[in-house]
């Protein structure tokens, strides 16, 4: 079962998270505070009231009757502050009332053994509580939007240098060795993501000398063996006639085609080939090439277009799109040109999924015959000449009548593939300048 993600950026996630701190840190303190202020309050008003029902107290132990609002001996009074009063103390209470205000009482003993009490209701209104709640309210919220706003700043900075090192990262991925993640990132600060810039920097480093030995390694080795696998063509030459004459030269020449096949990989790694560019009619061009690669092959110009490329470069993919069309699909190999865009496509069963899903890869067909014709460079060198050229070479295949197209060959049944079809889209702009001026190739008549 797929598992739900949302993404979101680290700019919003560290705003968020100010938000929400402040918030509780804001509502806690407006609790504490808000109490603090009301516990003050009603001990004011607790003597407020004692200070009241002294004064009445006075006048009646001289004999006069109590104002509104003070009583003798209420039988309301609480008792606790009863017994207090009765124990000759004055003193002061505080009544709840469950969903209503509190009361705040005040007794003082007579000298007739009478208790003189006043009772009145705590107002909130009346106090500065209100204000004080409001005040806190305003405060909390333009913290809380100050802290978020700060939030989005900070987030934000930290978002846009871990974006430019994410490019960055990104450009050394497509192979442009000169990007370092830590220029990319830039800044005065230094905090973890230079940190993590060095680290893919010197990771980038390590990597393409490791790539770089290889190269070097593998291009050596083509180097070395020509000269031997040039003496075993030339002694096969000389062999009688005969059935294993036949198949010492057919190995031969297929370890010569593979020889030539690593060293023209190890050139386009070594990325430094140029384009010799001319500017040629696509259509026709392709057309010419086909008829003479595979006659068999259909070819249809649906638009043609004069575009500035290198013509060897171009022959030699159409080259091995082809053979890769003739070796690993089924007739009919069909041709179509639509402007810059060359599509090459076979009936057969289509290309691995391995092929679709990460790209052509070397000394891999796709085939479970080892003992069959190639070595999977074929597509490969495509690849690498179509990059050289500014081009990009894309690989899909056709379902079954029926289906949709498919990136990716099912494993038989409803909608297998039927077909494979490789895209060439040579770019609107030449990739290089050679200084020669250039070549213009009109179809004959």
């Known amino acids: 079962m797929r598992r739900f993600t949302l993404r979101t950026g680290i700019r919003w996630k560290i705003a968020l998270a100010i938000a929400a701190v402040g918030a509780l840190v804001t509502i806690a303190l407006s609790l504490v505070v808000h109490s603090a202020a009301r ?13 009241r029902v002294q004064f009445i107290s006075r006048n009646a132990d001289a004999g006069r009757k109590p104002p509104m609002g003070a009583k003798l001996n209420d039988p309301e009074l609480p008792s606790d502050l009863r017994q207090k009063a009765q124990s000759g103390r004055r003193g002061t209470y505080i009544q709840e009332r469950p969903g209503g205000l509190p009361e705040v ?9 009478q ?8 107002r909130e209104s009346d106090n ?21 706003a700060l939030g989005v700043l900070i987030g934000g900075q930290i978002s846009r240098r871990l974006r430019k090192a994410a490019a960055a990262a990104q450009r050394v991925a497509h ?20 940190d993590l810039a060095r680290a893919v920097d010197a990771m980038a480093d390590a990597l393409q000398q490791r790539l770089e030995a290889e190269r070097r390694v593998t291009a050596d080795i083509a180097h070395e063996l020509r000269t031997p696998v040039t003496g075993l063509l030339t002694a096969a030459e000389l062999l009688p006639p005969g059935r294993p004459t036949e198949l010492v030269r057919d190995r031969a020449q297929a370890l010569r085609a593979l020889v030539e096949d690593v060293l023209e990989v190890a050139r386009l790694d070594s990325a430094s080939e140029r384009a010799e560019l001319q500017d040629v009619a696509l259509g026709e061009f392709v057309s010419r090439r086909v008829r003479s690669l595979m006659p068999e092959a259909t070819v249809r110009v649906v638009a043609d277009e004069i575009v500035s490329t290198d013509p060897r470069r171009l022959e030699r993919i159409l080259g091995n799109l082809l053979a890769n069309a003739a070796r690993y699909g089924q007739p009919p190999v069909q041709v ?12 057969g069963p289509g290309f691995p999924e391995a092929l679709l899903r990460e790209g052509p890869s070397r000394f891999r067909t796709g085939s479970t015959d080892r003992a069959g014709v190639g ?63 250039p070549v213009l190739q009109l179809p004959p008549g």
């Open 175 to 194: 192979g442009d060795p000169d990007v370092r993640v830590r220029d990319a990132v830039g800044g005065v600060v230094r905090d973890e993501t230079d």
């Open 128 to 148: 500065l509580l209100p204000d004080l709640d409001r005040a806190l309210v305003i405060g909390g919220l333009a913290a809380v939007i100050a802290g978020s």
């Open 336 to 347: 179509d040109v639509e402007g810059r865009v060359v599509r090459v496509r076979d009936h």
């Open 39 to 51: 516990v003050s309050m009603l001990e004011s008003a607790r003597e407020v009231q004692l200070e």
């Open 375 to 437: 070595h999977g460079l074929g597509l490969t060198i495509a690849e690498g000449q179509a990059r050289v050229l500014g081009a990009r070479l894309t690989f899909r295949n056709v379902a079954a009548p029926g289906g949709p197209d498919r990136t990716a060959p099912p494993a038989g049944g409803p909608g297998a593939a039927a077909g494979a079809v490789a895209v060439l889209w040579l770019p609107e702009h030449a990739p290089t300048a050679t200084g020669s001026f």
């Open 115 to 122: 208790v003189l009490s006043l009772h009145t209701q705590f």
């Open 105 to 113: 009482w005040a007794a003082v003993p007579l000298g007739n053994g």
